[in-house]
């Protein structure tokens, strides 16, 4: 595989990181550097991670997993963005007040770090198959996942500087059919 198609796997795989990461600039009331870099590196690490976990564990696993990762990925990404979604009706008027959507929600970070690279495990499987090296692989991805997402929470973050609750629901709607998008490949039926 070519170094140009290993970026090309990068961005693919990073698409999902993008997503999350504008849903995490859209909660934020002040744009903190610290927090959209928190963001940045915590998609990026686990892009890069789960290529790393899916090629070494290769074939040994991955029939357990495959029959239900799409469902695991989408029940993760479901509840967030449903949650999403209820919160932006339900949060407070003078949340931007009071700081509250600056706060940087590291239990959410975590789960959609998780829901989000799943498919990225599948990804170290066929590198191992296709004898890709490994470590550029993962630099490339972890690297582009790292650009993509921090831009993607300034860009977040200004969309939901002027359109906080529709551009939160909006987050919310575009996990969900991440997760379903998910779910459908993995049943084949996309």
Excluded at 40 to 58: D, N, R, V, Y
Excluded at 124 to 134: D, K, R, W
Excluded at 139 to 151: D, E, N, Q, R
Excluded at 163 to 168: D, I, K, Q
Aim: proline content about 2%.
């Amino acid at each position: 595989m070519s170094l140009w198609s290993i970026w090309l796997v990068g961005f693919g795989v990073s698409a999902d990181a993008f997503a999350a990461s504008l849903t995490s600039g859209v909660k934020m009331g002040r744009f903190n550097y610290r927090h959209a870099l928190v963001v940045a590196l915590t998609f990026a690490g686990f892009q890069a991670a789960m290529p790393l976990l899916g090629w070494l564990l290769a074939a040994n696993f991955t029939s357990l997993l495959d029959p239900f990762d799409h469902w695991i990925a989408f029940a993760l990404l479901a509840i967030i963005g449903g949650k999403m979604a209820w919160e932006a009706f339900q949060a407070d008027e003078n949340e931007d007040d009071d700081g509250q959507g600056s706060r940087l929600d590291l239990r959410r970070l975590l789960i959609l770090g998780v829901a989000t690279s799943i498919d990225a495990a599948a990804v170290g499987v066929s590198f191992a198959m296709l004898e890709v090296s490994i470590l550029l692989a993962i630099l490339c991805i972890g690297l582009i996942t790292l650009v993509t997402s921090f831009a993607a929470v300034g860009i977040g973050h200004r969309i939901g500087v002027r359109f906080r609750r529709p551009a939160e629901f909006l987050g919310g709607v575009v996990l969900i059919i991440i997760g379903a998008r998910i779910l459908l490949e993995g049943l084949g039926l996309l």
